[in-house]
């Protein structure tokens, strides 16, 4: 595929580069649940522009205050999804195995949930 096509937030670097594959649709399920578990984006600008090129970069972190109750082995999910080098993503099948998705009793902080929430209404008003 050579195409350049999505919302700009979920696009993959190598979608900006006109060649890719099935393991952008991996970094956009990173994207997703990093917006999910915090309610901002991992790679964000004020345009279009600048948000692709935060993507170009593909630097993200955990430093908002919502990410202090998110567990590591989520947190690792996360990285292992928006790894940089599509070659070394995991496929979608290697991403179900995690251990974070196989856990059997998840914990749901309730303050982490809210706060996430209201960030993603922020994230969406504007």
Request: proline share 5%; net charge negative; aromatic share 10%.
């Given at each position: 595929m050579?195409?350049?096509i999505?919302?700009?937030?979920?696009?993959?670097?190598?979608?900006?580069?006109h060649?890719?594959?099935?393991?952008?649709?991996?970094?956009?399920?990173?994207?997703?649940?990093?917006?999910?578990?915090s309610?901002?984006?991992p790679?964000?600008?004020?345009?279009?522009?600048?948000?692709?090129?935060?993507?170009?970069?593909?630097?993200?972190?955990?430093?908002?205050?919502?990410?202090?109750?998110?567990?590591?082995?989520?947190?690792?999910?996360?990285?292992?999804?928006?790894?940089?080098?599509?070659?070394?993503?995991?496929?979608?099948?290697?991403?179900?195995?995690?251990?974070?998705?196989?856990?059997?009793?998840?914990?749901?902080?309730?303050?982490?949930t809210?706060?996430?929430?209201?960030?993603?209404?922020?994230?969406?008003?504007?």
């Open positions: 050579s195409e350049t999505g919302t700009p937030y979920y696009i993959a670097p190598e979608v900006l580069n060649q890719y594959g099935k393991e952008c649709d991996v970094w956009s399920l990173g994207v997703m649940a990093y917006i999910i578990l309610g901002i984006p790679f964000n600008g004020s345009s279009d522009a600048d948000i692709m090129a935060a993507i170009k970069k593909g630097t993200f972190n955990f430093n908002a205050k919502v990410w202090s109750t998110v567990s590591q082995s989520a947190k690792d999910f996360i990285t292992s999804l928006l790894t940089f080098d599509a070659n070394k993503r995991p496929t979608a099948l290697v991403a179900l195995q995690h251990p974070w998705l196989k856990q059997s009793d998840p914990h749901i902080n309730e303050s982490q809210a706060a996430a929430l209201d960030n993603l209404i922020k994230f969406h008003s504007h």
